[in-house]
T-cell receptor, first 114, second 112 residues
C-alpha cells in the first residue's frame, strides 16, 4: 500500500466516548501532521510531529491527544468531544519539517459527535 | 484574520476552455505557494507549487502564476477537462516553518 492511509474513514461517537484515529504513511517521510477541516472553513493545523517529536500544538483543546510512536504512524486520541468537534480530520506527511516541503494528505476521517 | 483568501467559492467552465482560479494573500513573509485538488471523500492531492523567486511554474496543463507585488497567485488549467471538476485549495507557507495556511477553496465544475 502506498501514500497516506487513515482509519476509520467514518466515525460516529457520543460525547462521553473515547476513540482513536489512526494514520499511516508509506512514503518514508519523517514529519506528520493532523489537520481539521470544518464546513466552510479552511484546513486548520492541529499538531505537527517531526522525527516522532511533537513540534507544534496549535492551541488545540486537551480532549484531542496525539501520539506518534514512530515516523510512520500517527494517532489522534479523542475523549469527551463536543458536537462542534464534528469535522473532517486529515493526516498529512512530508519529507522534512522546516524547509517548505510538499505535504501529502490521507483521505481523512469524517467524525460526527452526537 | 484570513491570510489566504479564495474569493470565488465556485466556478463553471466549458470543457476545452481555460479555467482560472485565483488566490490572494496578505502576509508578505510567505515565500512558497501550493495548489491542491480535492475530490469528494478523498484527501487533498498536491497539484503544483511555486517559490517566490519565480513568477511562473508549469506542469502539463497546469500553470501557476505568482504576482508578489499584488500578493496574488492564480492557477490556469488549459484545456479544462471534466475530470478536473473538484475543489481547489491554495496554500501558503514561509521557509523554515511547517505551517501551511490554506484558503477556503474554489469548487470548479467543468461542463462537458
Amino acid at each position: 500500500e502506498t501514500g497516506v492511509t487513515q482509519t476509520p474513514r467514518h466515525l460516529v461517537m457520543g460525547m462521553t466516548n473515547k476513540k482513536s484515529l489512526k494514520c499511516e504513511q508509506h512514503l518514508g517521510h519523517n514529519a506528520m501532521y493532523w489537520y481539521k477541516q470544518s464546513a466552510k472553513k479552511p484546513l486548520e493545523l492541529m499538531f505537527v510531529y517531526s522525527l516522532e517529536e511533537r513540534v507544534e500544538n496549535n492551541s488545540v483543546p486537551s480532549r484531542f491527544s496525539p501520539e506518534c510512536p514512530n515516523s510512520s504512524h500517527l494517532f489522534l486520541h479523542l475523549h469527551t468531544l463536543q458536537p462542534e468537534d464534528s469535522a473532517l480530520y486529515l493526516c498529512a506527511s512530508s519529507r522534512t519539517q522546516g524547509w517548505p516541503d510538499t505535504q501529502y494528505f490521507g483521505p481523512g476521517t469524517r467524525l460526527t459527535v452526537l | 484574520d484570513q491570510q489566504v483568501k479564495q474569493n470565488s467559492p465556485s466556478l463553471s467552465v466549458q470543457e476545452g476552455r481555460i479555467s482560472i482560479l485565483n488566490c490572494d494573500y496578505t502576509n508578505s513573509m510567505f515565500d512558497y505557494f501550493l495548489w491542491y485538488k480535492k475530490y469528494p471523500a478523498e484527501g487533498p492531492t498536491f497539484l503544483i507549487s511555486i517559490s517566490s523567486i519565480k513568477d511562473k511554474n508549469e506542469d502539463g496543463r497546469f500553470t501557476v502564476f505568482l504576482n508578489k507585488s499584488a500578493k496574488h497567485l492564480s492557477l490556469h488549467i488549459v484545456p479544462s477537462q471534466p475530470g478536473d471538476s473538484a475543489v481547489y485549495f491554495c496554500a501558503a507557507t514561509t521557509s523554515g516553518t511547517y505551517k501551511y495556511i490554506f484558503g477556503t477553496g474554489t469548487r470548479l465544475k467543468v461542463l462537458a
